[in-house]
């Protein structure tokens, strides 16, 4: 089984800072691309930031420039630092990664269980 699994999310004020961390445990062959979605209440998931195992990073409009994507290979793990806060960011921010389990396999995509950022004086 795979699994990934975020932490880092709280209550900050505006302005501040967390930072995301999300680490895949199980069978793992290779990561592709891993990244960083998020929902807020009544709205759809969207995509936050990715990062290929190779390549340039991307980034959602609304938060270039505040927010960093990154990921460390050996660990399995991806980050996401997210400065400058504003209560708009406030979601359940959801870890993704494409995910082979042997080199038999397809690449599969799981999602994580999701952590709470919420932004609010």
């Known amino acids: 089984q795979v699994q990934l699994v975020e932490s880092g999310g709280g209550l900050v004020q505006p302005g501040g800072s967390l930072r995301l961390s999300c680490a895949a445990s199980g069978s793992i062959v290779s990561i592709n691309a891993m990244g960083w979605y998020r929902q807020a209440p009544g709205k759809q998931r969207e995509l936050v930031a990715v990062i290929p195992r190779g390549g340039s990073t991307k980034y959602a409009d609304a938060v270039k420039g505040r927010f960093t994507i990154s990921r460390d290979n050996r660990k399995n793990t991806v980050y996401l630092q997210m400065n400058s806060l504003k209560p708009e960011d406030t979601a359940v921010y959801y870890c993704?990664?494409?995910?082979?389990?042997?080199?038999?396999?397809?690449?599969?995509?799981?999602w994580g269980q999701g952590t709470q950022v919420t932004v609010s004086s």
């Open positions: 993704n990664a494409d995910i082979a389990k042997s080199l038999l396999s397809p690449v599969n995509n799981y």
